[in-house]
C-alpha cells in the first residue's frame, strides 16, 4: 500500500541559441499556430524567429531603433500577429505570416511599456457597462511606465479602456490617450537608440505586471509602487488594492470618466488617493467613501478605501 515508485530522467537541451552578440535576450513570445515557434527580441533590437521543425532561423527582422528596444511581446491566438511594446513608449504590430511590420502607435506618457498581452475583446463586450467602449478585433493589454494600464485594439491602434493609479497626476496625459498609428510622438530618424543599448532604467512609478480575468471583468495590475490592483472594469467604483505596505492611514477613492478623442472614446478609470493629514475632510467631502479596516494585509479590501457610489 505504499506510494508507487516513479523515476526521472530529467529534462535533455533540444536546442541552444546564443544571442550573446546581441547582448541580452529581452522578450520571449511563443505561437503554436500553424506551428511551434519561438519568437525571441534581443537588446540589438531584433526579433528571431525558429520554428521548432527545423534547424536553423527561420526568420527576424529588425525592430526600428528611434522607437527603443523590444522589451516584451505577445503572439495572437491565431498565430497572424506579433505586438512588441518598446523602452519608449511604442506598440509595433507586425504580420507574422508575411514578417512585415504592419502599423504602431505610442502610449501618451512615452515612458516604458513593460507588459503586454493579449485579451479577449468579444468577453469585454459581453459586459453591459462595456460593450460601447470595446472593438470587435483582437485587442491586447500594456502595462507602461506612470502606473497606467491601457487596453487597445489591434487592428486600429485606438485605446478603448484605460486604468490610471498615480501619485503625481500627469492630467496632461489624458489629452492624447486615443493618439493612433503616424506621426505622433515619433522620434527623430537620426536617433538610433544607443542610449538604451547599455542600460534599461527602472522607473519608481510603473506598473510592471498585468492580468486579464479569463471574462474580461476584472483587470489585476502590480506594479513599482508594491500595490496589486484589481480593477472593475463593469462597475470601477468597485475597483480595489488587495496587497502592498501596510500603511493605516491612506484612503483611496475610484472614479471613471469618458475623454472624447480624435476618432474614439476612451473609458478611463483612475484612483485618487487621499493623504492622511487630509483623510477626515475626505471622509466628509465623499459621504459614499468606506474607509479599510486599519490597512492590514489579511483583510478586506487591503487597507484602502474606495467610493460606494457609481462613476
Known amino acids: ?88 513608449g511604442y506598440v509595433l504590430v507586425y504580420d507574422v505570416r508575411f514578417q512585415l511590420h504592419v502599423h504602431w502607435w505610442r502610449h501618451p506618457c512615452k515612458g516604458q511599456i513593460f507588459s503586454v498581452s493579449e485579451c479577449s475583446a468579444g468577453a469585454f463586450a459581453s459586459h453591459q457597462a462595456a460593450s460601447s467602449r470595446v472593438a470587435p478585433g483582437p485587442a491586447i493589454v500594456t502595462a507602461s511606465d506612470r502606473n497606467q494600464v491601457s487596453i487597445w485594439d489591434v487592428g486600429t491602434g485606438s485605446c478603448v479602456l484605460h486604468l490610471s493609479a498615480t501619485s ?14 503616424g506621426a505622433e510622438g515619433q522620434e527623430p530618424e537620426t536617433d538610433l537608440g544607443l542610449r538604451e543599448w547599455d542600460s534599461l532604467s527602472l522607473s519608481e512609478e510603473a506598473a510592471r505586471a498585468v492580468h486579464v480575468a479569463p471574462d474580461c471583468s476584472h483587470v489585476i495590475s502590480a506594479g513599482s509602487d508594491r500595490k496589486i490592483r484589481v480593477w472593475d472594469v463593469a462597475q470601477p467604483t468597485r475597483s480595489s488594492i488587495i496587497g502592498g505596505p501596510p500603511l493605516a492611514d491612506e484612503a483611496y477613492l475610484y472614479a471613471a470618466e469618458r475623454v472624447q478623442g480624435p476618432s474614439s472614446t476612451v473609458h478611463h478609470v483612475y484612483e485618487q488617493r487621499i493623504p492622511s493629514p487630509a483623510q477626515a475632510a475626505g471622509v466628509a467631502a465623499y459621504p459614499g467613501l468606506h474607509l479599510g479596516g486599519g490597512g492590514g494585509r489579511g483583510g478586506g479590501g487591503g487597507g484602502g478605501a474606495r467610493a460606494a457610489r457609481g462613476g
Open 1 to 88: 500500500g505504499g506510494w508507487p515508485q516513479r523515476s526521472f530522467n530529467g529534462m535533455t537541451t533540444v536546442r541552444a541559441v546564443d544571442y550573446s552578440h546581441e547582448k541580452a535576450v529581452l522578450a520571449l513570445g511563443f505561437s503554436s499556430r500553424p506551428s511551434a515557434m519561438l519568437l525571441a527580441a534581443t537588446q540589438h533590437g531584433s526579433i528571431h524567429a525558429h520554428d521548432l521543425r527545423m534547424r536553423g532561423e527561420a526568420w527576424s527582422v529588425e525592430a526600428p531603433p528611434q522607437r527603443g528596444l523590444p522589451v516584451c511581446m505577445c503572439v495572437g491566438s491565431d498565430g497572424n500577429w506579433l505586438a512588441l511594446g518598446t523602452s519608449r
Open 168 to 181: 503625481r497626476g500627469y492630467a496632461s496625459d489624458m489629452s492624447n490617450i486615443s493618439c493612433k498609428m
